[in-house]
């Protein structure tokens, strides 16, 4: 059964569709993530959640249906304008700088300079940069031995966190979140779980795409599965089981 809600949602898609030539991949996807949730979006390969996440965040443009922030239509034309218009995503990869320290990929393409001449020269404001970096870490529950390493240096759980603190930092309505814990060990995992869990708690929409089924049911406040394009079921995850998930994403089973 849906949620019964009375805002609407900080990033909403009503109908998209996306082809490639011939290629169906998404076939009128609707979705509205609200502030202070966590989404999943569930499906097997092929299913077009990475498609429609590249929708989301600006990298592709739909060939039909609407896309709404706050209730207001608008039009993504690239990932800067989505980021402009605070949506920030964490691709798999994470496009994080390896020779770069943790506050220095936080604010990446963003540096803050000093006040006065110095600033008008392009002098870098480190300091600032390594506290507040420090504050957005903290505030996710995430601590780290330094700041000034380079995220070479880092475990993959750490990386991924200071994925999720850049996207948290400069995200205003939502997060997006490609396979967060792909290649990570439990203690790793469960890092990046909190992050994402803390930035909801920041009033942010978090949308997440995983194969973690059984975890997803314990973070998400509510799973979309797409099969082949299309929406195949919503639930709310504490009234489902593993089995129905598998279920809709083969195409048997309930929706709710």
Do not use: C
């Not at 996440?53 to 034309?77: A, N, Q, Y």
């Not at 949506?87 to 390896?98: C, F, H, I």
């Not at 991924?160 to 979140?177: D, G, T």
């Not at 203690?187 to 930035?199: C, G, K, L, N, P």
């Amino acid at each position: 059964m849906s949620r019964v809600r009375t805002e609407p949602p900080a990033v909403e898609a009503r109908g998209i569709v996306k082809n490639f030539g011939s290629l169906e991949v998404l076939r009128g996807v609707s979705l509205g993530l609200y502030r202070g949730e966590i989404t999943a979006i569930l499906g097997d390969n092929g299913a077009g959640k990475s498609t429609f996440m590249k929708v989301l965040s600006g990298e592709h443009r739909p060939d039909g249906g609407e896309l709404r922030f706050d209730g207001e239509p608008i039009e993504l034309t690239s990932v800067q304008d989505a980021q402009d218009r605070g949506v920030e995503t964490v691709y798999q990869d994470l496009a994080l700088a390896p020779d770069l320290s943790v506050a220095e990929n936080v604010y990446l393409g963003r540096e803050l300079t000093l006040p006065g001449w110095l600033g008008r020269l392009g002098t870098v404001d480190r300091v600032a940069m390594m506290a507040e970096t420090r504050t957005v870490l903290r505030n996710l529950g995430i601590d780290l031995k330094s700041y000034r390493a380079s995220t070479r240096s880092l475990s993959g759980g750490q990386r991924q966190a200071v994925a999720v603190a850049r996207a948290v930092k400069w995200a205003r309505h939502a997060m997006l979140m490609d396979e967060p814990t792909a290649a990570l060990g439990a203690r790793q995992r469960e890092m990046v779980y909190q992050a994402i869990r803390s930035a909801a708690q920041r009033n942010l929409a978090v949308l997440l795409i995983s194969h973690d089924i059984p975890q997803v049911l314990k973070l998400a406040d509510a799973i979309i599965v797409l099969r082949h394009g299309h929406t195949a079921a919503e639930f709310v995850p504490s009234e489902v089981t593993v089995r129905d998930v598998v279920d809709a994403m083969l195409g048997e089973g309930k929706s709710a």
